[in-house]
Structure formats: C-alpha cells, structure tokens
C-alpha cells in the first residue's frame, strides 16, 4: 500500500529503513549497497529527507551518518503509518490482549534493523502463553497483511541470553 502513496523505490526504502525503527543509522554506501540502488539514486533522497529535516546526520571521518529525525513534528505519525501498514499494531493489539502473561514482545531480524521484508519475526518473553491461540492469531494475521510471521517464546529467567545487547531487536510492547 505504501507503494501507492510512495512512487520511488527508493524514497520507500529509506522510510522504511529510518521510520520503522528509530535507532536505524547507516552511511550511503551501506544504503547503496543493501537495497541494490545507486548510491546516486540514494544520495538523492538522503538530501531530500535531510534538508526536510525528517533525517539527520553526522560525520564521522570522511564518512556521513544517516538517522532518523526523532524530534521531527512529522516522525511519530510517519512511523505509525508505517507501523500500521506493516500490520505491526494489529499483531500486538491481538497477542498481546489475549495470549497469556506475556511481560514484554519484540520485533527482531530485519524489521527490527528497518530492512522491509517478507517475514516478520517476533519474539515473546512471558509464561503460560496459549500457543494454540497464538497459531490462530498468526494464520489470521497473516493472511490480512500478506507477510510470513515466525514467533519465538522466551521465559523471562532467558530473555538476556538472547537478546544480549538489545541490538537486532525493537521493543514494541511491556507489561
């Protein structure tokens, strides 16, 4: 759907990227390289986003850091629209309400790092969740946004084990 909102490839690759999780950073290159683009074409939009002020940067070396503008007017809306379009709020709304004593729930893989994807991967930290249910919600879920979820369940005693420094996973729900 975003697509339709957003004609370059590239312009909704970089929105994806830096809006769906605020502590996305990468140099042009990276960007370049990761969604098979020229770095012109890439170097093109970063400006763009850049002298709007929904990105900003930092040199470091002779290198220029991108990230997303998080004190931007416009960032919250623009992640939420990419977070409902992802489908994103409807998976927490559902597991969250009605699955068990889950305590908290992460995106982790690409989503968590603002690559667009075809998976989406969840993991949940609680006990006694009804993975019956969990099933059904995902079959549903998954047919309303077209996308593959792949889930993980975690005891709280094992959460720092797998999470280790919080980098590769986005927090989207505590109890």
Sequence with gaps: ????????????????????????????????????????????????FEKAGLLESIISGNKKLYRANIVHPLYKDIHSIISKTIGIDQIIDEVVSKIG?????????????GKNGKTIDILLIGNAINKNFLHLLIDKTESLINRKIRYLILSPSETQAHLGDGMGAMLIWKK
Excluded: C, H, P, Q
Aim: aromatic share 10%; glycine share 4%.
């Design 101 to 113: 004593d889950v305590e908290e729930a992460y995106i982790t893989g690409d989503f968590a790092v």
């Design 1 to 48: 759907m975003l697509d339709t909102l957003v004609t370059s490839k590239t312009r909704l690759k970089l929105i994806l990227k830096f809006f769906l999780n605020s502590t996305s950073s990468a140099y042009l290159k990276e960007l370049a390289k990761e969604f098979g683009e020229s770095s012109n074409a890439v170097r093109l939009e970063l400006n763009r």
